[in-house]
């Protein structure tokens, strides 16, 4: 099964380091939304990049309608990839549902990884009584009528709004990525991430966490971050990114790249819970 697992989601290993990383894309991309991160941490790290089975990237024929009805089954492939490549423990960075397929992963295996580091991260996106999740349950409804009536022009309107900053760049990125994928599997993932509800079980992370938000992101607002940090049991730092959008991998990935070196490079007996800091 490891192997024939490796293969579907195109897993690859690079880099000439010691300590294991391992970099999970969100819903709309692939692996290749890390391409412009990738290489500042070839030389110190052996990286593990994969896709997730929903990717326009993976065969179709893998997403499995009845198996991946929640976030668990992400899990599976996450944790079998680590025991097929024989890793004993990882720093892990996951952005949006990965950074969710990140922390259920490291409750089910907390020995797994050293840190988790959350980018765009949300336990829920729907609005809820004392919480901000930035989304009516009817708005939500509204998006995916829209997918289904017009899946490219669902695309090209909401590409740039999840971009968020001016870059023409990530946002033709960001659309060759969400056309890859057949519209119903979009679709049915879409509902799948914005019904989940995990606010129930940060309390139960030990792995030390660093949550990673942009200035403005359409998807996660700035409280989410705030609730995260305040609710996930192992010692968590909020970092500030002073660029907009949700996808700051494709639209200031200089920037995050700094980000990440210091919250890789920053020891556990260093973080401070309820440390919030500003990337210049």
């Known amino acids: 099964m490891g192997n024939i697992l490796l293969e579907a989601l195109n897993v690859r290993v690079i880099g000439s380091g010691e300590k294991i990383l391992v970099f999970a894309h ?7 939304a890390w391409q412009r991160i990738v290489p500042y941490f070839t030389p110190s790290y052996r ?3 994969y896709d997730l089975v929903c990717a326009g990237s993976v065969n179709p024929d893998y997403f499995d309608f009845r198996r991946y009805t ?10 079998n990839i680590l025991d097929a490549l024989g890793v004993d423990c990882c720093a892990y960075v996951g952005h949006s549902v990965s950074a969710m397929i990140g922390i259920l992963a490291s409750i089910r295996r907390p020995e797994l990884f050293s840190k988790l580091i959350l980018i765009g991260a949300s336990p829920r996106f729907l609005n809820d009584k004392d919480y901000h999740g930035g989304f009516e349950h009817g708005e939500i409804e509204k998006v995916f009528l829209a997918m289904e009536a017009n ?14 900053a001016d870059v023409p760049t990530a946002v033709r990125e960001f659309s060759r990525t969400l056309f890859n994928m057949r519209p119903d599997i979009t679709l049915f993932v879409s509902r799948t991430v914005f019904n989940s509800d995990l606010r129930g079980v940060l309390g139960l992370v030990r792995v030390p966490c660093c949550v ?14 705030e609730y995260l940090r305040t609710h996930l049991g192992g010692r968590t730092t909020i970092e500030i990114l002073k660029t907009e959008g949700h996808l700051p991998h494709l639209s200031a990935p200089a920037l995050l790249y700094q980000l990440l070196r210091r919250a890789l490079s920053r020891s556990v007996l260093d973080s401070s819970r309820g440390g919030v800091q500003e990337e210049m």
Not at 26 to 32: C, E, F, K
Not at 70 to 79: A, E, F, P, Q
Not at 212 to 225: I, L, N
């Open 151 to 164: 899946y490219e022009a669902w695309v090209k309107g909401f590409a740039p709004l999840a971009v968020g």
């Open 70 to 79: 929640t976030l668990d089954s992400y899990v599976d492939d996450l944790l």
């Open 212 to 225: 990673v938000q942009t200035a403005k992101d359409v998807s996660v607002p700035a409280s989410v971050a």
């Open 47 to 49: 990286i593990i990049l």
């Open 26 to 32: 969100g819903i709309g991309t692939d692996q290749s």
